[in-house]
């Protein structure tokens, strides 16, 4: 069974104190999230991470604070996130097989503009390309991208878990509910490294 791993946003401006976008508590997934990292990489499963990629004047900041934007410390992930063989996929429409080898890539960053990781770009490429067997979901944030890329992953017929020890909710109560919700479709547990 082909799995690839979705590390979803972890990027500064969330994880940290310091972030534009800052998820309470969220810096205290930085050792879980590394390990999930590092454990794929050990047993070449791929990491698909989507990132925040915005433009200075975004339209998602009519909703949201400024954050990511393309080129700033904040818009990057943690070198502790990061595998040494990857490639980053841009967002913008583009004949990504050709410029962007994700082949042997133990990490593919794909950037995004919007909250739901499938809203344009090229994701739903790079996914097909990959043809997993199983999605394994982690990240931040669990009521807002987390969802929507559980709630998109679904759509492609695969199985899809979630890793509920490397997510953090923005608010509590809505994260559970966010969990509650998804609970049918989904298998829910915590990071084994002897999977």
């Given at each position: ?13 969330f994880l940290y104190p310091a972030g534009a976008l800052y ?173």
């Amino acid at each position: 069974m082909k799995t690839v791993f979705i590390d979803v946003d972890t990027q500064i401006d969330f994880l940290y104190p310091a972030g534009a976008l800052y998820v309470p508590g969220a810096e205290k997934l930085l050792p879980r999230l590394a390990a999930v990292n590092r454990y794929a990489a050990a047993h070449g499963i791929t990491v698909v991470s989507t990132v925040d990629a915005h433009a200075e004047n975004d339209p998602e900041f009519r909703d949201w604070p400024p954050h990511c934007v393309s080129g700033t410390a904040g818009q990057q992930k943690p070198r502790a996130t990061l595998l040494e063989k990857r490639v980053v996929v841009p967002s913008t429409p583009g004949d990504y097989q050709g410029d962007y080898k994700i082949e042997g890539a133990q990490q593919i960053v794909v950037e995004k503009q919007w909250i739901d990781m499938f809203a344009g770009g090229n994701l739903a490429s790079v996914l097909d390309r990959l043809n997993a067997d199983r999605w394994v979901v982690y990240g931040v944030v669990t009521e807002y991208c987390v969802r929507s890329a559980v709630i998109g992953l679904l759509k492609t017929g695969k199985p899809v878990e979630v890793l509920s020890d490397a997510i953090q909710a923005l608010d509590e109560s809505a994260g559970r509910a966010t969990l509650d919700e998804i609970r049918d479709s989904i298998l829910i547990h915590q990071f084994n490294e002897g999977w």
